[in-house]
């Protein structure tokens, strides 16, 4: 009984002694070491667009009766791609040709019953001239001299209503000229042409079909536009701004990296995904780029000279600004609350205030890790 007693506080003492090495004994903890020339990115997943898009039709419905584009091709501005049959149409132009041509005749009759008017009055102001002189010559009667006034005042009145029939005319003449300027100006809109320098994306009819005012016929895209639409974390979206470079790499090219310039930020955030939407240009992207193709962006916001950079995972409690921390101070781990600034594309943060002296910030903490608890200091993750 005695050997029992021995060999169970044995076993006692050596459990002890295990739980407390289990507890106790130091732990090995990675920690962050300060780095020099440290660039931050920030990491946004997009797609390949372009700035100048269209979707092109006509101005007025009509059967299609050709296309003169396919998807792929580049066409230039003012080329045609397609056409309406002009049939209808050329007949109203027609007809308001007959009725500019028919004002035209008719101006030229108000013109002669002007200058008739005219040449009468002149004849009727001479003859009335004539009798005033011979009525004070006594040579005439008064009575002839007013039938001669008389005469002068009506064909003065007659002057004035042919000079109006030939203002009407004229008036006509102008809204027969405007009206044959829309029917062509209508029969021009059967024809669909290029509005600028354009790549086809995609062509959405065929020859035959009847469209309506507005049916997109072509989808088009200027290629000097495109560029790369990134979402940005609104969390670290505040780091942004105009200008600054980034690298683009494309689903279809993962090895390739090309770069790019924050063109545009955009001024309202998507408000489901709290996310910024940010476009960038691209110097030296292929020349074959493919719209809605997934691109991946990493943009420089700037380059630290010296720095410590603490993996997200590391801190607990973080808002944004603030959170807390395991350091190794003195041989042991304690907590404590830092504050932090700009972020990377790596998940890390920057320390900006709150490491007390001495002290080295847990990168990767282990498990077990408690207040006081020994720590030995390991390689760097």
């Given at each position: 009984?005695?050997?029992?007693?021995?060999?169970?506080?044995?076993?006692?003492?050596?459990?002890?002694?295990?739980?407390?090495?289990?507890?106790?004994?130091?732990?090995?903890?990675?920690?962050?070491?300060?780095?020099?020339?440290?660039?931050?990115?920030?990491?946004?997943?997009?797609?390949?667009?372009?700035?100048?898009?269209?979707?092109?039709?006509?101005?007025?419905?009509?059967?299609?009766?050709?296309?003169?584009?396919?998807?792929?091709?580049?066409?230039?501005?003012?080329?045609?791609?397609?056409?309406?049959?002009?049939?209808?149409?050329?007949?109203?132009?027609?007809?308001?040709?007959?009725?500019?041509?028919?004002?035209?005749?008719?101006?030229?009759?108000?013109?002669?019953?002007?200058?008739?008017?005219?040449?009468?009055?002149?004849?009727?102001?001479?003859?009335?001239?004539?009798?005033?002189?011979?009525?004070?010559?006594?040579?005439?009667?008064?009575?002839?001299?007013?039938?001669?006034?008389?005469?002068?005042?009506?064909?003065?009145?007659?002057?004035?209503?042919?000079?109006?029939?030939?203002?009407?005319?004229?008036?006509?003449?102008?809204?027969?000229?405007?009206?044959?300027q829309l029917e062509q100006t209508l029969?021009?809109?059967?024809?669909?042409?290029?509005?600028?320098?354009?790549?086809?994306?995609?062509?959405?009819?065929?020859?035959?079909?009847?469209?309506?005012?507005?049916?997109?016929?072509?989808?088009?895209?200027?290629?000097a536009t495109i560029w790369v639409q990134?979402?940005?974390?609104?969390?670290?979206?505040?780091?942004?701004?105009?200008?600054?470079?980034?690298?683009?790499?494309?689903?279809?090219?993962?090895?390739?990296?090309?770069?790019?310039?924050?063109?545009?930020?955009?001024?309202?955030?998507?408000?489901?995904?709290?996310?910024?939407?940010?476009?960038?240009?691209?110097?030296?992207?292929?020349?074959?780029?493919?719209?809605?193709?997934?691109?991946?962006?990493?943009?420089?916001?700037?380059?630290?000279?010296?720095?410590?950079?603490?993996?997200?995972?590391?801190?607990?409690?973080?808002?944004?600004?603030?959170?807390?921390?395991?350091?190794?101070?003195?041989?042991?781990?304690?907590?404590?609350?830092?504050?932090?600034?700009?972020?990377?594309?790596?998940?890390?943060?920057?320390?900006?205030?709150?490491?007390?002296?001495?002290?080295?910030?847990?990168?990767?903490?282990?498990?077990?890790?408690?207040?006081?608890?020994?720590?030995?200091?390991?390689?760097?993750?």
């Amino acid at each position: 009984m005695r050997r029992s007693w021995i060999l169970g506080a044995v076993a006692l003492v050596g459990l002890a002694a295990a739980g407390w090495f289990l507890t106790e004994r130091p732990l090995t903890v990675p920690v962050v070491a300060a780095e020099t020339g440290v660039p931050l990115r920030l990491y946004g997943l997009g797609s390949v667009e372009a700035r100048v898009l269209s979707r092109v039709g006509f101005e007025v419905g009509a059967a299609l009766v050709s296309v003169s584009a396919d998807a792929g091709d580049a066409v230039k501005a003012g080329q045609e791609l397609a056409a309406l049959h002009p049939a209808e149409q050329e007949a109203r132009v027609a007809r308001a040709q007959a009725a500019v041509a028919a004002n035209a005749a008719g101006q030229s009759k108000a013109d002669a019953a002007v200058a008739r008017a005219q040449a009468v009055l002149a004849q009727r102001i001479a003859a009335n001239d004539r009798q005033k002189e011979l009525a004070r010559q006594d040579v005439a009667s008064v009575q002839r001299a007013e039938e001669a006034l008389r005469d002068e005042d009506v064909a003065r009145a007659e002057l004035a209503l042919a000079e109006a029939d030939l203002a009407v005319v004229r008036a006509q003449g102008a809204d027969a000229a405007a009206a044959l300027q829309l029917e062509q100006t209508l029969l021009a809109h059967h024809r669909l042409v290029a509005p600028y320098d354009a790549v086809v994306v995609a062509r959405h009819v065929e020859p035959g079909t009847v469209v309506k005012a507005g049916d997109p016929i072509f989808t088009l895209i200027d290629p000097a536009t495109i560029w790369v639409q990134a979402f940005i974390d609104e969390e670290r979206a505040g780091q942004l701004a105009l200008g600054q470079e980034g690298v683009i790499r494309l689903r279809s090219q993962p090895a390739a990296e090309f770069h790019g310039t924050v063109a545009r930020i955009g001024l309202e955030s998507d408000r489901v995904n709290e996310e910024r939407r940010v476009w960038l240009t691209c110097s030296d992207c292929p020349e074959a780029m493919f719209l809605g193709e997934q691109a991946e962006v990493r943009i420089l916001t700037g380059i630290r000279d010296n720095a410590l950079m603490v993996p997200e995972v590391a801190i607990t409690g973080f808002d944004g600004f603030r959170g807390v921390v395991w350091l190794v101070q003195d041989g042991r781990l304690r907590r404590a609350e830092l504050t932090f600034g700009a972020r990377d594309d790596r998940g890390r943060v920057e320390v900006t205030g709150g490491l007390p002296e001495g002290a080295a910030i847990v990168a990767m903490p282990p498990k077990g890790a408690d207040e006081g608890r020994l720590a030995r200091i390991g390689d760097a993750p």
